[in-house]
């Protein structure tokens, strides 16, 4: 049979050797052969080509050779839904018994979690692929990363990633505790921040809040805010600040602040991270020279 033939009756040049064979190609695997003109992507299933599978025939592949009811979770299904999972492995969840093969994972589930059509594929929710991501993980980092992610861009609540690391509990001990600690921390840099604002013991921050001027038009959101002495703390990334835009909006809240009298403390996470004690100077420093000022005439205010 010609190989246009043979394409038609592929999905997206992925097929399954039993239908080769039913096509009246004898040997499928000789063509697979190290300079053949196919390959092999898993037992049973066949590219018909032989350079680099694309991220969708890869899938297709997967999902083939798991069978029907399979669906798409983990690392993979998070890529799917537009966040930053940064693991390899095909993770499938399939109605029976099956047995992957290098990065394919194939887990039986019963009942198989419902799924939508994400770009043809059938991939469970945000919150279930978070939590089955994160369980293939061994740093608290990574998990506390994605799953800020996840609720950063609107994919799940946290109420969602809590409901699924109950129900779905084999595994996700590092999941639980990440949550647990991350409570309504937005990233890992706030997370390090409300670990370091413990630690030297100032008063009392709040976190995300809103501030505005006395005729209450808003000024800014910090990160952080010490109400008691008027006092900013903003953890700013560089990764979101190389942009024209993103640095004209930085610089418009910084003159924001100072137009308003308010001190701030800029801190990158890495800094954050990799020299906390450095940071908390700066953070005491700045806080006492707020508090040795008059405080500002501004307020939190409640956004709906």
């Not at 669906?71 to 399939?94: D, F, K, N, S, Y």
């Not at 137009?259 to 100077?281: E, F």
Request: proline share 7%; aromatic share 4%; glycine share 8%.
């Amino acid at each position: 049979m010609r190989i246009e033939h043979l394409r038609e009756r592929s999905d997206l040049g992925v097929i399954s050797a039993g239908t080769l064979k039913s096509l009246g190609v004898g040997n499928p695997w000789r063509r697979c052969a190290s300079g053949g003109p196919w390959q092999r992507m898993y037992p049973g299933v066949v590219l018909l080509h032989n350079g680099p599978p694309t991220p969708d025939q890869q899938l297709t592949a997967a999902l083939l050779r798991a069978g029907p009811g399979a669906v798409v979770t983990g690392a993979e299904a998070c890529r799917r839904h537009g966040l930053p999972a940064g693991a390899q492995e095909i993770h499938l969840l399939v109605p029976g018994t099956a047995r992957g093969s290098g990065t394919l994972v194939l887990e039986r589930a019963s009942p198989v979690p419902a799924s939508s059509d994400v770009g043809g594929f059938p991939v469970v929710s945000a919150a279930r692929a978070v939590v089955d991501a994160c369980r293939f993980m061994r740093s608290a980092d990574e998990a506390t990363a994605l799953i800020a992610a996840a609720i950063q861009r609107g994919r799940c609540t946290p109420a969602d990633r809590q409901a699924e690391a109950r129900t779905n509990r084999f595994g996700t001990k590092l999941v639980r505790a990440v949550l647990k600690e991350l409570g309504r921390a937005e990233s890992v840099a706030e997370r390090d921040a409300r670990r370091l604002s413990r630690r030297i013991r100032l008063t009392t921050p709040h976190w995300n809040a809103t501030i505005a001027g006395p005729d209450g038009v808003i000024i800014g959101r910090p990160d952080a805010w010490y109400d008691a002495v008027g006092l900013a703390w903003e953890i700013d990334s560089r990764a979101f600040h190389y942009g024209p835009r993103d640095y004209e909006r930085t610089l418009a809240r910084n003159s924001r602040y100072a137009a308003a009298g308010i001190l701030v403390v800029q801190t990158l996470p890495t800094r954050l991270r990799d020299n906390p004690d450095a940071v908390a100077r700066e953070l005491k420093a700045a806080h006492r020279a707020a508090a040795a000022r008059p405080r500002p005439p501004v307020h939190i205010v409640e956004v709906t």
